[in-house]
């Protein structure tokens, strides 16, 4: 099993920016691709941006630009930072594992094997 902490939300005015976390633990070296995925109210969950252990990313189209996904291997921490945020960002940010042996470039939520709790962003305009 894998645990997934994320940290570091809440409330940032608009043109502003923002780094959340995602602390992993358990059988890590079991994971491959790590992702950040986003609830707004009244809508579904959906894919944000993800990364291999090698550093491979793939982003949403409405976040490439603005945010940045990174990870310390060592430490099991995944990051996201989130520049030029906008009030349609706001929404419960969750962080994600992956499988070895899974598609890791998969924006499917339903692929990923472990979820954390989630951590609240809120963009005000």
């Known amino acids: 099993q894998v645990q997934l902490v994320e940290s570091g939300g809440g409330l940032v005015q608009a043109g502003g920016s923002l780094r959340i976390s995602c602390a992993a633990s358990g059988r890590t070296f079991s994971t491959n691709a790590m992702a950040w995925f986003r609830q707004a109210p009244g809508k579904e969950r959906e894919f944000v941006v993800a990364?291999?252990?090698?550093?491979?990313?793939n982003y949403a189209d409405s976040v490439k630009g603005r945010f940045t996904i990174s990870r310390d291997n060592a430490k099991n921490i995944l990051y996201l930072q989130m520049n030029s945020l906008k009030p349609e960002d706001t929404a419960v940010y969750y962080c994600a594992a992956l499988l070895w042996g899974r598609n890791a470039q998969t924006m499917d939520e339903h692929e990923y094997d472990y979820w954390g709790q989630g951590t609240q962003v809120t963009v005000s305009s």
């Open positions: 990364i291999t252990r090698a550093g491979r990313t």
